[in-house]
């Protein structure tokens, strides 16, 4: 490890853009199939799945890996694995996305199936907070292009259990923008924010900079991605006006082939523009990266200085929904790392 590897691991960081989803490496995969499948599937199966080359092949094989998520410890296995490998990096928060979208999609008889697998959510989270230190919440993500009335419901669970699961910090939309954008879910955001959920979206990923216009007209507070911002100057200012978070992933949207390289992503421009910019995995086991990664690749490809990387990991607590004595108290940790 170089002396900046070295930095990059002791800043404490936060990770507001993680899908446990896409936390689950090769390995972990295979060990689920096993459990489940009458012919489980080898190493280099599992490795194949994870080779795609455009957004489309991405989702198909988000949808290969979801399937094997059956049961709460199945759920428990992946995010203590995923807590454990973020405790590595230098990881001290995460708010992560669990797409119940997807758990209530896949099951004919959804009644009462969320509670269980969220049960084993918590035992990992529990263990990760008391074993490692690291502090979670969860983000419960809605899948835009399924019906409207599933991301209802996937949102009222989370209105419902939150009371008792302080947890459950937020809501989310992901995937596939271009079939549906954020405005027919206008009301229900709303309802959350009464409800007391923060609210987070995926927007100006493959789409254009209308499309994060439209996320923050629903009151999103925190705009994943926000790729295609760069091409809209008014945006930028409103952004920056509102100081809105923005999650950015530059390695995932070159993986999707939305960002030619890491070098051509608008990072360095929202950077220097003064933007509340974070840097995020989104989903590492499938991208070959990780947030440790991303600081690297900040440095190697569009050098970021120690101070600026500094800067990052500030905005990564700035931008959490972490209590604010506990963001003084993290940002004065960064200030004296040396
Ligand atoms: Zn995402």
């Known amino acids: ?153 996937v949102f009222l669970k989370a209105a419902e259990l939150r009371p008792a699961h302080p947890s459950i910090i937020g809501i989310g939309l992901g995937g596939d923008e271009r079939q549906r954008g954020s405005e027919p879910f206008h009301e229900m955001y709303a309802e959350a924010a009464k409800a007391g959920l923060r609210l987070t979206n995926h927007a100006g990923e493959t789409t254009p900079a209308s499309a994060i216009w439209e996320a923050l007209s629903i009151g999103s507070e925190r705009i994943g991605h926000a790729l295609s911002a760069v091409e809209d100057e008014s945006l930028l200012d409103e952004l920056k006006a509102r100081h809105i978070p923005l999650e950015l992933n530059p390695t995932s949207n070159v993986r999707t082939g939305v960002c030619p390289s890491f070098a051509a992503h608008p990072l360095r421009r929202y950077f220097d523009a003064g933007l509340l910019v974070t840097l995020n995995s989104d989903d590492p086991a499938f991208f070959g990266s990780d947030i440790a990664n991303e600081y690297l690749l900040a440095h190697t490809e569009q050098g970021f200085t120690r101070e600026e990387l500094r800067q990052l990991a500030a905005n990564s607590f700035a931008a959490s929904f972490l209590p604010e004595s506990e963001k003084a108290h993290r940002l004065a940790q960064i200030a004296s790392i040396k």
């Open 1 to 153: 490890m170089n002396d900046m590897e070295a930095f990059i691991r002791r800043l404490p960081k936060a990770e507001l853009h993680l899908h446990l989803e896409g936390t689950i490496l090769p390995a972990t995969l295979v060990e689920l199939s096993q459990r489940h499948d009458a012919s489980p599937l080898t190493l280099a199966e599992a490795e194949k799945i994870y080779q795609f080359t455009d957004f489309s092949g991405f989702m198909d094989a988000f949808r290969a890996i979801t399937r094997l998520l059956t049961g709460p410890e199945d759920y428990e296995l992946a995010a203590w694995r995923m807590c454990q490998r973020l405790v590595e990096q230098g990881v001290v928060h995460a708010e992560v996305y669990i797409s119940v979208g997807v758990i209530y999609h896949w099951r004919e008889h959804a009644e009462g199936v969320v509670e269980p697998i969220f049960a084993g959510l918590e035992r990992a989270r529990q263990r990760a907070e008391r074993e490692l230190g690291l502090s979670l919440y969860w983000i419960f993500d809605a899948v835009r292009h399924f019906t409207v009335p599933e991301a209802e419901r």
